[in-house]
């Protein structure tokens, strides 16, 4: 990233702090928020941390906490600079290395942690209440952003979020009423908790990726500018049961363990009576958010990581239900079993049937392809509106799979448009029909003479959606005589 790139108010700000333009600017890119975060190097080396936010209210709640966290002792960064109108500031460099790198190796394992690993996540876990109890004393919570405490309209936004992004999508049947009475009643007996006479701090983002290690494993604590006055058991709920951390249960409950000593250590002799039961309503609450938030970015959105993350969230699912007690909401367990038994049957259809992708090529003059299956056929796709190289005498003998004809359609750029309309079109059907177990699908492109616009949209939508699904593809160009059979990967 060049110097110049960088926000003026920052630059201006990191030279009045180090009397010095700074010698090399590098992008940190993952956070989820729209800021900007750059690590500045001075020209001895040294960097700091550069944040340029969009929102005065959060950026102020991140300085006013992090300078609060300091005073009590807690392992955050150090906020070293602060514009006047608080739209940038500058912060300490905890480093590059995140507790989520450290246990990358276990969670490519598929979950095996080895003493490492469970030492640094001991040592986190263990900071854990010192955060949630020290950081809450003497807090204004009105500095809080978006707001100061968790409350009835954050759960039942969230759980409506489950329903109308997951659990519609997947298509379980369910009583509306009764499962949003059961709703209520979740949200009521979470938000029971804030009524104990113990104020405490809700970091609410508590993972992996926000925790930092300095060279001798430390953890310390970033991005909480969206905490606020909440229940502990939520961040407990948020971390021990990330779906894409694997955790064993084992490992779940000796760092359950670790937390509940600490948190004695940290209230001394005031009194907290910590319940395992309660901690399952949170952890309840937890997957069916992360569920919703998965079927969002992956059912509508359509983005494969999140679609890849619902089995883990659905494994922890299942292992909470058979706690006894855990879900003690009549319809939301039945509609949870019905999810559960429905992606059984969509796991065993899709290991005991294969979707195969049939696509054609063809000309209008002789008729569409006939559908040999007994299905009825499939999606018919009309090609004759784009411009044809047909009608020029240089590629007359040629076809859709020959370079000059591809360079003439791709030059043109209509083809492109429509393709573009056709892999949404099939990409939501082929996501669908493996879903549901089913083993044919039928796509046909016609021109004119099904020798250069329909043959180059079958090739490139085969080839497009081979190298997305790996599913198998059987292709056939009709009037050329050419079939090709792309094998299931």
Known sequence: METKDLHPDLLRL?????????????????SGSNRQYVRLFAPDGTSVIGVRGTSYEENHAFITLA???LEKGLSVPRVLAVAEDEMCYLQEDLGTRSLFD?????????????????ALLRRTIAELPRLQILGAQGLDFSVCYPQEAMD???????????????????????????????????????????HSPLSTFLYRDFQARNVMLDADGTPFFIDFQ?????????????????ASARYPQELREELIDVYRKSLDEVLGSSTFNFQLSTLNSFVLFRLLQVLGAYGFRGYFERKQHFLDSIPPALEN???????????????????????LLSVEKQRFLADNRTLRVRIFSFSYKRGIPEDTSGNGGGYVFD???????????????????????????????????FLDS??????????????????????????????????????????HLHKKYGIAIDLTHREQGIHTLLPAQ
């Open 14 to 30: 990191y030279i009045d702090y180090a009397d010095v333009a700074p010698q090399r600017v590098e992008a940190i890119s993952g």
């Open 67 to 69: 300078r609060h966290f």
């Open 102 to 118: 450290a246990l990358r190796p276990a969670r490519e394992a598929g979950g095996v942690y080895g003493e490492e690993e469970r």
């Open 152 to 194: 009835e309209t954050n759960v039942m936004f969230d759980l409506n979020y489950f329903k109308y992004c997951f659990l519609k999508a997947t298509g379980v049947d369910f009583h509306e009423l009764r499962l949003e009475q059961d709703f209520r009643q979740l949200a009521k007996d979470l938000l029971s908790t804030l």
């Open 226 to 242: 969206g905490g606020r006055r909440g229940p502990i058991y939520y961040d407990l709920a948020s971390f021990l049961w990330q």
């Open 317 to 339: 699912l299942r292992e909470l239900l058979k706690e006894e007690g855990s879900c003690p909401y009549p319809e939301l367990r039945k509609v949870l079993e019905n999810v």
């Open 383 to 417: 090609c004759r509106s784009t411009h044809n190289p047909g009608r020029y005498e240089p590629y007359k003998q040629l076809t859709g799979l020959d370079k000059p004809v591809i360079k003439f359609l791709e030059d043109d750029g209509e083809i492109l448009t």
């Open 422 to 463: 056709v892999y949404r079109l099939a990409d939501a059907h082929v996501e669908r029909y493996l879903q549901r177990g089913f083993t044919d699908l039928m796509f046909s492109f016609g021109c004119t003479g099904g020798q250069h616009r329909s043959v180059y949209c079958a090739q490139h939508l085969a080839e």
